[in-house]
Structure formats: structure tokens, C-alpha cells
């Protein structure tokens, strides 16, 4: 399986500590790692830059939750989110999305390496132009 | 009768005078007429001094002693006038007549004269009929107050087996001449409070009827009640063979109306029973808020939980590569996240226990910004932005039990997160109301201010005035227990404070409900006071 070169992506993160992990670990497999800690920075990160993927957690400040999708959707209506929280909505992936594009739940605490097969395998063929 | 004659002849010379049966010309019907009339009529007046005699005599009461003697003297006089009526028939003994006669006069007109001045005293004295009246009144008051004193009885009866079957302990104590405490009464109940004789114990002083221990207490309170004629109420925990008691005593010092300590009441209840089920209901109350708050816990491990995981990852990725220091780093976040999740263990095992440990000082902004971390992410996870408004620094000293404090808070956080979600819920679209709560805390002068507010519409008014009572609940079945708010107040008012609910911006879209809290400042932090020390709260 050919990997692309350093897809994008993007960590919305609140707990720094466990940021700090996932982007030196996103960053050894050969991600290109942007990390953020509230909400709205987040959006603000994409609307400035594209991303291939963008991982956060749900519970974050500024702005969360449903809300926060939304807001990332806008900007990137396909992009590919992985929604990492240790309170997942009763309804499943349904209840933060409904619009197209890939959205996954990851419980925590996180199992990196079945999370790190799902963000190749939803960032395959990105990076490479 | 011729002694007498003789003796009579020689005083009285009777010569030349005839007797007076001669003027009846010796006539025998007439001359034994005359005897027999004189006769009767002397002999019945020499009687009647007799019957007089006696009733003075047997009738002291009656007042008339010497008017009955001055009476009988006169009858006796006047008999004697008559006797010698007869005398004189045969025998013309006139002069002796005449002294008798003259006598009789004196006695007659002796009598006459002090009985006028008798007459309306006479007249005065009740007759007969109307001393039956009086006696008649007299007896029916007699009646009436056996009536009475027997109602006494019964009342007596009725108070002394109301005081000896009351279901609470109750003595009367006396203090003795040497201050001392002496049981006067005491009711069958606190006999067996005291698992005693109740006979026995009369008259015994507060130290021999009471562990020493209980004593001292008692005795300084019913001091403090004869010094200052207060009642004293006080609640004592009572060691005893079966487990300790909890007793709700009242002192009530009765004087002698100038002031002096005579006796005191004392009435003693065992609240044991209602104190365990107090303590219970304390329990679920802090329970039902551990689970208020287990979301937010969860959240609040699996944060250190996925840092620990993560890191693990990363260990386990570096190890055997050069890069040791990540390896090292890795550990040590590991160590620290553990730690973490200790202090959140321990807080919650804090929060599930039985005993809330001691009054202590803490700062009301430490504990709330406790509850706030507990709770914020739900705040996030329900769209609301919450507010934190504290100061930091221990500016907001106070004295009372940090755990309870903290579970005010969540509760009053809870409630208002429910409160914004319901009325988020229920908007019609596009007239949203907006989702946020302002935790903030400040200090007045010498009191500590917290206040949690949010937007959620406001308190209907029939609701705020019964919101802080036990078992009110306006959430479904199931959702609330009721007796979140009433512990709230109870575990607020245990430190001297109390709390208050209005509504805030009502009618429109702001709408809100705002509780205050208000607890007096620490003492030791208060103006003019130097020393240390905590409050003298009521234990909970």
C-alpha cells in the first residue's frame, strides 16, 4: 500500500498533554501535524489552511461539540473527522453529523494504533496533491 | 311553815292587820279560787327561770346570757309575788308582801329598761325562715366547692398521669442550698432513659443520677439557665450500654416571681432515630449528587486515562530506539496522570462518605471552582457556555465543611444546566434564548457572596416560595429527588449563611434564575479579630 507523503492534519485537543502524544506519535508515522486546544481555533485553523484530516475531541472549550463540526464542516464540507471523546453521544457518529463526508467516534482513552490505521486509511491518496 | 311564819312576824309585825281571806269574808269557792289561780301561776313562773336556765346555759352562742338572767330573776320575782298571794290569805303578812312586790317592781322596771335598747339587735337576729336561706345558700356553696375541689382532683390526676406518661423524659430539678441540682420529679420515661428505679432517685443530685460526662453538661446548662432566666435547648449525645443516644433537651428555669431560681423543667427527647434518619437522608442527598456529578467524573478520568494510554503508545513505540529521553518522558506523564487520577478518586470517595470529617477553613471559591471542574464539561457536552467568575488567592475564607459546600454548588450548577437544556428544548426557532450560566463569587464587608445564574427562564413564583422545601420537586419521576435544594439550604444555613433564589431579567429572553449564597466571612479574617479559629456552626 503506497502511503502518501505527510497528509495534513489537524488536533483539536484541550488536554495538552495528551496533544503533545498524538503529535509526537501522528508526527513518527509521517503526518504533518497542526494542534489547537479550543473550539474556535480550530475552525479558525481551517479556514486558513486545508487539512486532510482533522482529529478532536468533542468536549473542548470555546466551541463543542455539535456546534464544532458544524463549524468545521463549513469550511471543509468532505474532510474526514475523527471525534475522539470519553462521553460519546447515545445516538452514535449520527447525532454530530448528517451532512456527507466521513465522520468517526473514537472512545477514549484512545487505542492509538486502530487509530492510526483509520487515518490512513482516510487520508489515502491525500498529501500527494 | 309556822318557823316561817314566826321569823316573819318578828321582822314584819303584823298587829292589827287582817288576814286577807278575811275580805273574802272566808267565802271557801272564792278563797281556794284565789289559792288555786296564785298557786298555778307561781309554780308555772318558778318553772319557767329553769327552762331559761337551761337554754343559756346549753345556748351560749345565742348572746342574750344576762338579759336571760335578768329574765329569770324577774319570772322569779313575779311567782313569788303570787305565792305570797296565797300566804297572805291566811297569814296578813303585808309588809313582807310589799318588799316582794317592791322587789318584783325594781327587777320589772330593770328589765324594762335595758330590754328596749335590746330590741333591735333582737330584731336584727335572723329568724328562722331566713336563717334556713342562708343555710340553704351556704349548703349549695358547700356543694358547689366539693364540686370544685373534686375537679381539682380529677384535673390533678389527669396533669400528674399526663406528666407521668408523656412520651418525653421530664424532671423537675430543685437547687439546694448549696446550688446544688436535686431531682424533685421525674416521669416514668426518664426513669427509663436513665434505666433506673424512679422511686430512687427523689432528691438525687444531677451527678449521681447521670455519667459524669453528661453531668458537666447538664449542670452547666441549667447554670446558664438560673443566671439568666432563659430557656436553654440543646441537643447531647448520650453514651450508653446499647450504642450512644442522641437527646434534645429543654431547660426552662421557673422562679419564685422575685427572680430567684426555684426549680427548673427539663424536658428530654431521644432523637436518635430521627438523627440516623437525617443522616440518611444527608447520605442520599450526597449520593444522588455523586451521581449528578458521575458524568462529568468519567470525563474527568478518561482525560488522564487517554494521557496515560497515549503515552504508554509512545513508550512502547521508543522503546529500544535511541530516543530514551521520550521513553522517560512517556513514564514520567505516566506517574503524573496516575496521580491525577488518585486526587479524583479520592475527592469522590470524599464526596461518598458517611462522615463529612470536621469544621474546618477553606476557601468557598477553592470548593466551587472543585464543583465547577467536575461539571464544567458537561456545560460543554449541552452546548452552554459557563462562566467562572472567581476569585482566586483565598479571598473568600470561610468556615464549614468543604465537601457539603462543594455539593451546593454542583447542585445549583446541575439545576441550571437542566433548567437552560429544558428551555433550549422547548424555543421555537429562531427566537433561541441564549445557553450560559455565571458561576462568580465576591466579598461584601464581612460576607462571602457566591452566585450561580443562568438562562433558563426564571423560578415560576409559586414555585420559588416552596424550592427549598424537602421532597419538592418540579423534574419528572425519576429525575429528581427533591431534596437537593432543601440540603443545599440546610448544609448553607450549618455555616451560619443562608441561600436565595429570585428570578433575573423575567419576561425576557435573558431570563434566568439566580441563587445566592451568603455566608458570614471567617472569623479570624473579620475586622477587629486577629485570632484564629472557626465559627461556631451547627453541626449538620
Known amino acids: ?129 | 311553815m309556822r318557823v316561817l311564819g314566826d321569823w316573819l312576824t318578828t321582822l314584819f309585825p303584823t298587829d292589827g292587820l287582817a288576814p286577807h281571806g278575811f275580805c273574802l269574808a272566808w267565802e271557801p269557792g272564792l278563797l281556794w279560787l284565789h289559792v288555786f289561780s296564785d298557786a298555778l301561776t307561781g309554780l308555772a313562773y318558778y318553772s319557767i327561770p329553769v327552762v331559761l336556765i337551761v337554754l343559756t346555759w346549753k345556748r351560749r352562742d345565742l348572746g342574750f346570757g344576762w338579759v336571760a338572767a335578768l329574765f329569770a330573776a324577774f319570772i322569779l320575782a313575779c311567782g313569788s309575788t303570787h305565792l305570797l298571794a296565797v300566804w297572805t290569805l291566811w297569814n296578813p303578812d303585808y309588809y313582807v308582801q310589799g318588799v316582794v312586790k317592791a322587789m318584783t317592781a325594781a327587777v320589772s322596771m330593770a328589765t324594762a329598761v335595758v330590754l328596749w335598747p335590746l330590741l333591735p339587735r333582737a330584731l336584727a337576729t335572723p329568724t328562722p325562715e331566713q336563717m334556713a336561706l342562708v343555710n340553704g345558700a351556704l349548703q349549695k356553696e358547700i356543694e358547689e366547692k366539693e364540686v370544685v375541689a373534686s375537679q381539682l382532683r380529677d384535673s390533678e390526676q389527669r396533669y400528674a398521669s399526663f406528666f407521668e406518661n408523656v412520651g418525653e423524659a421530664l424532671f423537675t430539678f430543685i437547687v439546694d442550698s448549696e446550688g446544688r441540682f436535686r431531682v424533685e420529679m421525674l416521669n416514668r420515661k426518664a426513669a427509663e432513659g436513665l434505666a433506673v428505679e424512679q422511686a430512687g432517685l427523689r432528691g438525687r443530685s444531677l451527678r449521681e443520677i447521670f455519667p459524669d460526662a453528661v453531668a458537666v453538661v447538664l449542670e452547666e446548662r441549667f447554670r446558664a439557665a438560673c443566671a439568666d432566666g432563659l430557656v436553654q435547648e440543646f441537643e447531647q449525645v448520650v453514651p450508653g450500654a446499647d450504642g450512644s443516644a442522641t437527646w434534645h433537651t429543654i431547660v426552662v428555669p421557673l422562679d419564685d416571681g422575685a427572680g430567684r431560681p426555684l426549680k427548673l423543667l427539663v424536658t428530654a427527647r431521644d432523637i436518635t432515630a430521627r438523627k440516623q434518619l437525617e443522616d440518611e437522608v444527608l447520605q442520599t442527598s450526597k449520593l444522588a449528587t455523586v451521581g449528578t456529578m458521575s458524568a462529568g467524573i468519567a470525563h474527568e478520568m478518561s482525560q488522564p486515562l487517554n494521557a496515560i494510554s497515549l503515552w504508554a503508545t509512545v513508550a512502547r513505540r521508543k522503546l529500544g530506539t535511541p530516543e530514551t529521553s521520550q521513553v522517560e518522558q512517556a513514564l514520567t506523564v505516566i506517574e503524573e496522570q496516575a496521580l491525577r487520577m488518585r486526587k479524583i478518586i479520592d475527592h469522590m470517595r470524599a464526596f461518598s462518605r458517611r462522615d463529612d470529617g470536621d469544621i474546618e477553613a477553606f476557601d468557598a471559591a477553592e470548593a466551587a471552582s472543585q464543583a465547577v471542574a467536575l461539571m464544567g464539561r458537561e456545560f460543554n457536552a449541552a452546548d452552554i457556555a459557563l462562566t467562572v467568575d472567581l476569585p482566586s488567592g483565598d479571598v473568600l475564607p470561610v468556615s464549614g465543611r468543604p465537601i457539603q459546600f462543594e455539593q451546593v454548588i454542583v447542585n445549583l450548577l446541575a439545576n441550571a444546566r437542566d433548567a437552560v437544556a429544558a428551555r433550549a428544548a422547548a424555543a421555537q426557532q429562531g427566537s433561541e434564548p441564549p445557553r450560559r450560566v455565571t458561576v462568580s463569587g465576591e466579598r461584601r464587608g464581612e460576607t462571602v457572596v457566591l452566585t450561580v445564574q443562568d438562562s433558563g427562564g426564571g423560578i415560576p413564583p409559586d414555585v420559588l416560595g416552596r424550592l427549598f422545601e424537602p421532597f419538592f420537586t418540579t423534574k419528572p419521576l425519576g429525575r429528581g429527588t427533591g431534596l437537593g435544594l432543601a440540603i443545599c439550604d440546610r448544609i448553607i444555613q450549618s455555616m451560619d449563611g443562608r441561600i436565595t433564589a429570585e428570578t433575573v431579567e423575567a419576561g425576557t429572553l435573558d431570563a434566568g434564575a439566580r441563587f445566592s449564597i451568603e455566608v458570614p466571612l471567617r472569623r479570624d479574617r473579620r475586622a477587629g479579630n486577629g485570632e484564629g479559629g472557626t465559627s461556631e456552626s451547627a453541626d449538620l
Open chain 1, 1 to 129: 500500500m503506497a502511503r502518501a507523503a505527510h497528509p495534513k492534519v489537524l488536533i483539536c485537543e484541550d488536554e495538552e498533554i495528551a496533544a503533545l502524544a498524538l503529535e509526537t506519535l501522528l508526527a513518527d508515522e509521517g503526518f504533518s501535524v497542526a494542534v489547537t486546544h479550543d473550539g474556535a481555533a480550530a475552525v479558525a485553523a481551517v479556514e486558513a489552511d486545508g487539512f486532510d484530516l482533522v482529529i478532536t475531541d468533542l468536549q473542548v472549550p470555546g466551541l463543542a461539540g455539535r456546534a464544532l463540526v458544524h463549524g468545521l464542516r463549513r469550511r471543509l464540507p468532505i474532510v474526514p473527522i475523527i471525534v475522539m471523546t470519553g462521553r460519546p453521544p447515545e445516538e452514535g457518529e449520527a447525532a454530530l453529523d448528517g451532512a456527507e463526508g466521513t465522520l468517526l467516534l473514537f472512545k477514549k482513552p484512545l487505542n492509538f494504533d486502530h487509530l492510526v490505521a483509520e487515518a490512513w486509511r482516510l487520508t489515502r491518496g491525500a498529501g500527494s496533491g
